[in-house]
Nanobody, 121 residues
Framework: QVQLVESGGGLVQSGDSLRLSCAAS?????MGWFRQPPGKAREFVAA???????FYGDSVKGRFIVSGDDVNRTVHLQMNGLEPSDTAVYYC??????????????????WGQGTQVTVSS
């Protein structure tokens, strides 16, 4: 069983930047981020395959950057140009495989506890 520990998050103003980090206790091949805005369904944000290939949800392309370190089993989410619509609980997720279905939460095997990001206008 792989444990995911998230850090970062908090309250920022519109236009600010914030960085989330996630550390895995074991090896995985896909690590990513999902978010759940208040009263809405969980949605895909970004993912990274070990080796470096990255993927983004349409709503964050050009603003968010996902990066990671395969040796240290970490993934980071640099969030720039934050907007009130980015307010959500952000979850780190990891999959044992190089899943091509990286946008679907069902294909992830492990989840972090979630961290709140609130963007005020």
């Amino acid at each position: 069983q792989v444990q995911l520990v998230e850090s970062g998050g908090g309250l920022v103003q519109s236009g600010d930047s914030l960085r989330l980090s996630c550390a895995a206790s074991g090896r995985t091949h896909t690590m990513g981020w999902f978010r759940q805005p208040p009263g809405k369904a969980r949605e895909f944000v970004a993912a990274r395959w070990s080796g470096g290939r990255t993927f983004y949800g349409d709503s964050v392309k050009g603003r968010f950057i996902v990066s990671g370190d395969d040796v240290n089993r970490t993934v980071h989410l640099q969030m720039n140009g934050l907007e009130p619509s980015d307010t959500a609980v952000y979850y780190c997720a990891a999959a044992n495989e190089y899943t091509p279905n990286y946008k679907a939460s069902v294909y992830y095997d492990y989840w972090g506890q979630g961290t709140q990001v609130t963007v005020s206008s």
